[in-house]
């Protein structure tokens, strides 16, 4: 199993390596027979990572027109 912390966000940064290593490491595994559970995060402290975080989410709405309000009230349908 694979676990990426922050998920899909990750492959947008510079920190993209870390799960590109992460997806080689499962695949190497998967391919060995030998299974194994691994966790990648991006190495950020809290208060950066829910800056960040905030940023890739409104980013995200923009690109459908979805406002930062429609995105905190969870009502974007």
Known sequence: ??????????????????????????????????YCNIQATMPLNKRLFIWASTRYWIQYGKRFGITKEQMQSMKIE
């Open 1 to 34: 199993m694979l676990a990426l912390g922050s998920g899909e966000a990750i492959l947008g940064t510079p920190f993209r390596y870390i799960a590109v290593r992460a997806i080689r490491k499962l695949a190497k595994s998967v391919g060995n027979g030998k």
